[in-house]
């Protein structure tokens, strides 16, 4: 079964992964934030680097402030950022 | 009103289209945030020592989600302070020393009102609104961190934080 959802990064996560937004299909067990962001940490490379430190990683999820805890699902925007910095 | 936008805006006619549409307001506080020049704060008590000359600050923003927090701000602030008119302006992209970056306008009945619900704004849009800022200057670029200060500021207004840490 497909769970497309859609990735998009933003500052220097966008740099590290080397791409503004991606679909992926992650696996069934993947049903949380925390467990999304374990998954894509293990594709290594970019996504390794770019999730090395947690602690300095926001998620929004469908544009609202999501924690480890969040569901996340097939159809979802999920946005991966640095803590915001305007004003 | 929320604009997000990245033209400049002018202080003076944004005043006046508020006030048109708030009509018998007693009092009217204008915030305008400002590229600064320098960047960084020095630790040593040396005024040259950690700071860093800007060339220029890009400004990245997430379309939508940011129209929407600064609208749940605005929205809060309303709900908080006898507010008759409010208006936000955040621009993004490539702006210089000297250039405008963010107006807040804030108008009721009474000054204190009026003050407060600025004051709140300001603060809960800089650690709410998804915007990072990019500086470039002769040392190169880098990416601003976000400071502990702005999460007191945010914090003494007595609500829960929505960001938060992947890592909890």
Excluded: C
Aim: proline fraction near 5%.
């Amino acid at each position: 079964m497909l769970r497309a959802m859609k990735l998009v990064y933003f500052a220097w996560l966008r740099e590290r992964v080397g791409k503004a937004g991606e679909t992926l299909n992650p696996p069934a067990n993947v049903t949380t934030v925390g467990a999304l962001l374990e998954w894509l940490k293990g594709q290594g490379g970019g996504y390794a680097e770019a999730l090395k430190d947690l602690s300095a990683v926001r998620v929004a999820v469908n544009q609202e402030y999501a924690g480890p805890e969040a569901t996340v699902g097939a159809n979802d925007e999920v946005a991966l950022f640095p803590p915001v910095t305007g004003g | 009103m929320i604009k997000v936008q990245t033209e400049d805006f002018d202080v003076g006619v944004e005043l006046k289209t508020l006030m048109a549409r708030a009509k018998g307001v007693g009092g009217i506080v204008t915030f305008t945030g400002i590229v600064r020049e320098w960047s960084g704060e020095s630790s040593s008590g040396d005024p040259a020592s950690g700071r860093r000359q800007l060339a220029a600050m890009t400004l990245e923003h997430y379309p939508g989600m940011t129209e929407r927090q600064l609208a749940d701000i605005e929205a809060e602030a309303v709900r908080r302070w006898p507010i008759e008119a409010s208006l936000i302006i955040h621009r993004y992209g490539r702006l210089e020393p000297g250039a405008n970056i963010v107006l807040v306008i804030t108008a009721s009945a009474h000054r204190q009102a009026a003050f407060e619900a600025n004051e709140f704004l300001v603060d809960w849009l800089k650690t709410k609104a998804p915007f990072w800022k990019l500086e470039a200057g002769p040392q190169g670029q880098a990416w601003v961190e976000a400071k502990a200060s702005d999460d007191a500021a945010a914090d003494k207004w007595g609500m829960k934080p929505t960001k938060r840490s992947a890592a909890e």
